[in-house]
C-alpha cells in the first residue's frame, strides 16, 4: 500500500499492486473492510486482481528491496534524494535543481553524511505505522533529542494515533522534546508546523 501511494510521487498517475494473503490478513476486522458475509465475496474479487497469466507490460523491473540502501532528500521535493553514502548530483542546466540547493544551502557533489541536522521528522501519510513509533520510541525512551533540534512525530492515522497513545508511546516522544502532532501532511509538503499542531 506504501508503494502504491507513493507511486504518484514518482510520477505515476496510479500504482497497483495485486493483493496478496499478508493483505488480506491485514484487512481482517479493519473498520472499513468487508465484515462477516461479506469478507467472503470481497476475498474472491480480490483474487482475481493479479495481471494475467502471459501479459506484456512495457518494460518490467526486478528490485531486491534488501539491497536498496537507505536514502536521503537533498532538496525541495521528493524526487531529489539519494543513498545515504552517495553525493548530491551535479545537473549544470538544472535551474529548478540550482534554486532547490541554493534554498538547502548545498552544493552539488557534496555528501550530506556531515551536514548538521535541524529536523528530524518522524511519520507520513503513507507509513508511521504503530510499529515505527514503537522502534522509534524504545530508542528515545529516556532520552533527549539534541538542544537546538526539533523533531515532530506524525502517526500515519488517527487510528494509529490512538492506538499510539493508548500505549503510552506519545509520552515518551514529549518527554524526550519531540513535538506529537495529528495525523496529516506535514514535513513532506514542505509544512513543518503540520496538522493541528502540536498535540
Same mark, same amino acid.
Given at each position: 500500500m #506504501? %508503494?502504491? /501511494?507513493? @507511486?504518484?510521487e514518482a510520477g505515476a +498517475? =496510479?500504482?497497483?499492486i495485486a493483493p496478496d494473503e499478508v493483505t488480506y490478513a491485514y484487512l481482517a476486522g479493519r473498520p472499513r473492510a468487508p465484515q462477516a458475509a461479506g469478507v467472503g465475496r470481497a476475498l474472491e474479487a480480490w483474487r482475481t486482481l493479479p495481471s494475467d497469466p502471459g501479459a506484456r507490460f512495457d518494460r518490467e523491473v526486478t528490485i531486491d528491496a534488501a539491497a536498496v540502501e537507505p536514502m536521503i532528500t537533498y532538496g525541495t521535493n521528493p524526487g531529489m534524494v539519494m543513498p545515504i553514502g552517495g553525493q548530491i548530483p551535479v545537473r549544470p542546466d538544472d535551474v529548478a535543481? =540550482? +534554486? =532547490?540547493l541554493s534554498y538547502m544551502g548545498? #552544493?552539488?557533489g557534496q555528501p550530506l553524511e556531515d551536514q548538521k541536522v535541524n529536523v528530524v521528522f518522524?511519520? @507520513?501519510? #503513507? /507509513?508511521? +505505522?504503530?510499529s515505527d513509533l514503537r522502534e522509534a520510541a524504545r530508542l528515545l525512551r529516556g532520552r533527549r533529542i539534541a538542544r537546538g533540534l526539533t523533531m515532530l512525530v506524525v502517526p500515519g492515522s488517527q487510528? %494509529?494515533? +490512538?492506538?499510539a497513545e493508548s500505549e503510552g508511546l506519545h509520552r515518551v516522544f514529549l518527554e524526550a522534546g519531540a513535538e506529537w502532532r495529528? @495525523?496529516?501532511? @506535514?514535513m513532506c509538503l514542505g509544512d513543518e508546523r503540520g496538522c493541528g499542531g502540536a498535540g
Open positions: #506504501t %508503494v502504491c /501511494n507513493m @507511486s504518484i +498517475r =496510479a500504482g497497483m535543481f =540550482a +534554486r =532547490a548545498l #552544493t552539488p518522524l511519520g @507520513s501519510c #503513507t /507509513n508511521a +505505522r504503530l487510528e %494509529v494515533k +490512538r492506538q495529528e @495525523s496529516g501532511c @506535514s
